[in-house]
């Protein structure tokens, strides 16, 4: 196989964001008079976008509370995107030297695009990126393959010299339906079964990059 580029997931992959990301839940149930959840609860409503977060932090299914809540959120992790949030240990080594390779690299995150970009320019990742989606850029989110699908289009690859690096089954499962390889990040906000269907499986960050490597 030869690498034609590689799709990273944001939130428990590149970044640990669960402190900023339980700050915002917790205001936002403020607003509607709920006492604040622990960042474990949190953790476990983190991945399906921004909406299924706040809907899962607000116990609702009422749109209009799920609306309004949603404002809140966005509102309050826009203005603190980065207070807490830190890359994972290795991180910024290893886009390094993919990018030294000249190995094209996007995001495929689940979050919304506009935060997704603004987390990335916080901790000053952003430029190594070609293509940047988030939850809301498509009509689909993972595990949907499309998402995966239109971006390496738009880079002009193919799903066999692609590889899909993540944390959660969101990941694997549109990396496999996409017909890309995966790899499964076991530091991230997943539980261990939701990587079983990972094609690798990285303990670390230099685990990614050696996976890659090896992949040429
Ligand atoms: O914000 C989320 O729900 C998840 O984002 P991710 O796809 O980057 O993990």
Not at 27 to 41: N, W
Not at 57 to 72: P, S
Not at 112 to 136: C, H, M, P, V
Request: net charge negative; proline share 4%.
């Amino acid at each position: 196989m030869t690498v034609g580029a590689v799709l990273f997931d944001l939130d428990g992959t590149l970044v640990d964001s669960l402190d900023d990301l339980t700050d915002a839940v917790n205001y936002t149930r403020s607003q509607f008079g709920m006492a604040a959840l622990a960042t474990t609860e949190v953790r476990r409503m983190i991945g399906k976008g921004s909406r299924n977060l706040v809907q899962q932090a607000l116990q609702t299914d009422c749109e209009a509370e799920i609306k309004q809540g949603l404002q809140f959120f966005e509102a309050f992790n826009t203005a603190h995107i980065a207070d807490k949030s830190k890359l994972y240990p290795g991180i910024r080594e290893v886009l390094d030297q993919l990018d030294e390779l000249a190995i094209p690299l996007a995001i495929v995150s689940n979050k919304n695009e506009s935060l997704s970009r603004l987390i990335l320019e916080a901790l000053d990742i952003k430029r190594y990126f070609r293509s940047i989606s988030g939850g809301d850029t498509y009509p689909e989110r993972k595990p949907s393959p499309l998402p995966l699908m239109r971006v390496i289009q738009d880079m002009g690859v193919t799903p066999d010299e692609t590889l899909m690096v993540g944390d959660s089954i969101n990941d694997i499962l549109a990396g496999r339906q996409a017909g890309i390889a995966t790899i499964g990040c076991t530091w991230g906000y997943g539980g261990p079964d939701e990587l079983l269907q990972a094609d690798h499986m990285a303990a670390s960050s230099r685990d990614v990059a050696d996976i890659v490597l090896a992949s040429f």
